[in-house]
């Protein structure tokens, strides 16, 4: 799993600036709250200051980054050594402070209760034990605090474009990768007191993808997809963002 992450960071493909510049971080970060807009609508980054943060897959510190701008105390992991390397030098670029180091989202190396947040965005579907996982996020989460998960749909547009097209998806040749029924991720969350699922990622143009394939996508599919009601596709959306309560 280790090696797999340490050569395969993601979104890397959107910048042509050098790896670890502050163009690099910029491009990554533009590119991630383009793609995935409905975090800054959802995640309220700027409500943590002084509490103790947790970023699990915290990849280049992308969204660890946000805590830290707006106060929080934050603590970022990765399986991956050159996730880690990218997110210090990216924390640095910023001016800020983080702890960070390698670990196994499965054996958080802390303490129980340790944080106010845990943040596990695009990592459930990524590790071996997806229920080690997050019942690890949940005992380093203080009694009250709160958990934000983030999961694949199976049952999504994504999937089923991927299918037809014949074009994988993101890293389909991971170690593991898992997708969910609602059902299946909730049955995964039952030791929090609370918990609200949300359907989210729809489609937007892609910076990635060429060829015929890539402008029936862009130019025919994304428009079309969303002139439909929301409230009709959203059970398709292709991640399944979940608010936990310890």
């Known amino acids: 799993m280790r090696a797999y992450w340490n050569v395969r960071i993601h979104d890397l493909a959107v910048t042509k600036h050098p790896v670890g510049s502050v163009g690099f971080f910029a491009d990554l970060d533009d590119y991630h709250f383009d793609k995935l807009h409905h975090l800054l609508r959802l995640i309220p980054f700027d409500n943590y200051s002084g509490r103790r943060v947790l970023d699990v897959g915290c990849g280049a510190g992308t969204d660890l980054v946000r805590f830290a701008r707006h106060g929080a105390r934050v603590t970022?992991?990765?399986?991956?050594?050159s996730a880690i390397a990218?997110?210090?030098l990216n924390v640095r670029h910023h001016g800020l402070s983080a702890g960070l180091l390698v670990a196994d989202g499965e054996r958080l190396p802390f303490a129980d209760g340790a944080f106010d947040l845990v943040y596990a965005h695009g990592v459930v579907q990524y590790t071996a034990d997806g229920r080690r996982l997050v019942e690890e996020c949940r005992r380093v989460l203080r009694p009250g605090g709160q958990a934000i998960f983030q999961a694949y749909n199976r049952l999504s547009w994504l999937n089923a474009l991927s299918k037809i097209m014949k074009v994988d998806l993101e890293h389909a040749d991971a170690p593991a990768l898992c997708t969910y029924s609602i059902g299946e991720f909730?049955?995964?969350?039952?030791?929090?007191?609370?918990?609200?699922?949300t359907l989210e990622r729809f489609p937007v143009k892609s910076r990635?993808?060429?060829?015929?394939?890539?402008?029936?996508?862009?130019?025919?599919?994304?428009?079309?997809?969303?002139?439909?009601?929301?409230?009709?596709?959203?059970?398709?959306?292709?991640?399944l963002l979940a608010f936990c309560e310890r």
Do not use: C, M, Q
Request: aromatic share 12%; glycine share 16%.
């Open 76 to 81: 970022g992991v990765d399986i991956a050594d």
């Open 86 to 88: 990218l997110a210090r």
């Open 186 to 197: 909730r049955s995964l969350l039952t030791g929090f007191s609370r918990v609200r699922i």
């Open 208 to 239: 990635l993808h060429g060829g015929w394939k890539g402008t029936l996508y862009n130019g025919v599919f994304v428009g079309a997809f969303n002139i439909l009601p929301r409230a009709l596709v959203r059970p398709l959306g292709w991640h």
